[in-house]
């Protein structure tokens, strides 16, 4: 049996995937949904361009990438001052 999701709730979903970086298996706990329907979503409504879930990925990726590197900077920093 399956529970009808309000369109709001949809369109939210697929929002905050798109474009806040959310995977789709933290949507499905946080909203109770599996994951299934939502690649359905996804899939069946065309909202995404193509590679969009790539793309969302790459842009986790980069952020985690951005945080190590400034890491690495002031960390670099720390090791010239106590020359």
């Known amino acids: 049996m399956y529970?009808?999701?309000?369109p709001a709730?949809?369109?939210r979903i697929i929002d905050k995937?798109?474009?806040d970086g959310m995977t789709v298996r933290e949507a499905s706990n946080e909203?109770?949904?599996?994951?299934k329907a939502i690649y359905n979503w996804i899939g069946a409504k065309g909202r995404f361009?193509?590679?969009a879930l790539e793309m969302s990925k790459?842009?986790?990726e980069n952020?985690?990438?951005k945080q190590i590197i400034g890491q690495l900077?002031?960390?670099s920093e720390r090791g010239k001052k106590n020359r």
């Not at 909203?31 to 994951?35: A, D, N, P, W, Y």
């Open 63 to 65: 952020e985690a990438l």
């Open 49 to 51: 361009e193509p590679g």
């Open 31 to 35: 909203f109770g949904i599996s994951t």
């Open 73 to 75: 900077l002031l960390d």
């Open 9 to 11: 709730v949809k369109d």
């Open 17 to 19: 995937i798109k474009n």
């Open 3 to 6: 529970k009808i999701i309000d």
């Open 58 to 60: 790459l842009r986790r």
